[in-house]
T-cell receptor, first 116, second 112 residues
Framework: GAVVSQHPSWVICKSGTSVKIECRSL??????MFWYRQFPKQSLMLMAT?????????EQGVEKDKFLINHASLTLSTLTVTSAHPEDSSFYIC????????????FGEGSRLTVL | LAKTTQPISMDSYEGQEVNITCSHN???????ITWYQQFPSQGPRFIIQ???TKVTNEVASLFIPADRKSSTLSLPRVSLSDTAVYYC?????????????FGTGTLLAVQP
């Protein structure tokens, strides 16, 4: 199956710093990628839809200036958490559709962000 | 996007068959039903997908009644390693945005 890779898998940073998380589709091109966040013992919450070559579409309640998304190529989308604070600590997961099956998404391994 | 409802949790023992039912009363005509499995600190993994009737693969079966307002994921002879959260999602077909919204999921706990 298609492979989606995230980096880093975990990161610890100080409050006020910015953190970038990369999401790559390794063996297919993804014009659209999705970013989710997941708090402990909760479900995945869709944050935004990342579109190659255009602005991301954010879900209601997600601050676009806080969570910067860039999708500069067909295989790479990045999520930058700007001026991170402890409440931004979460598990961030990206996904992409390879088009093999309708509605099927391939997910990255996730990136755990801890803000001190 | 169709909303889904699943039991919050289920318990089972090794070797048993487990059936997890999902309700999606407002499923659209072109929506597919997809199930994902998630282990702690990992991204979800595709299990099975269907549109109607029954679908079977090497790990599970998916039963969908004629009205498509619900679906049942069947895991034969579960093992301890099947302990995970199982999500039922309903989403549009290829060509659409494939934007999927996750519900609460079902935490399946398999005991020895």
């Amino acid at each position: 199956g298609a492979v989606v890779s995230q980096h880093p898998s975990w990161v610890i940073c100080k409050s006020g710093t910015s953190v970038k998380i990369e999401c790559r589709s390794l063996d297919f091109q993804a014009t659209t990628m999705f970013w989710y966040r997941q708090f402990p013992k909760q479900s995945l919450m869709l944050m935004a839809t990342s579109n190659e070559g255009s602005k991301a579409t954010y879900e209601q309640g997600v601050e676009k200036d806080k969570f910067l998304i860039n999708h500069a190529s067909l295989t790479l989308s990045t999520l930058t958490v700007t001026s991170a604070h402890p409440e931004d600590s979460s598990f961030y997961i990206c996904s992409a559709s390879a088009g093999e099956r309708p509605g099927e998404l391939f997910f990255g391994e996730g990136s755990r962000l801890t803000v001190l | 996007l169709a909303k889904t409802t699943q039991p919050i949790s289920m318990d089972s023992y090794e070797g048993q068959e487990v059936n997890i039912t999902c309700s999606h009363n407002n499923i659209a005509t072109n929506d597919y039903i997809t199930w994902y499995q998630q282990f702690p600190s990992q991204g979800p993994r595709f299990i099975i997908q269907g549109y109607k009737t029954k679908v079977t693969n090497e790990v599970a079966s998916l039963f969908i009644p004629a009205d498509r307002k619900s679906s049942t994921l069947s895991l034969p002879r579960v093992s301890l390693s099947d302990t995970a959260v199982y999500y039922c999602l309903v989403g549009p077909a290829r060509g659409a945005t494939n934007k999927l919204i996750f519900g609460t999921g079902t935490l399946l706990a398999v005991q020895p």
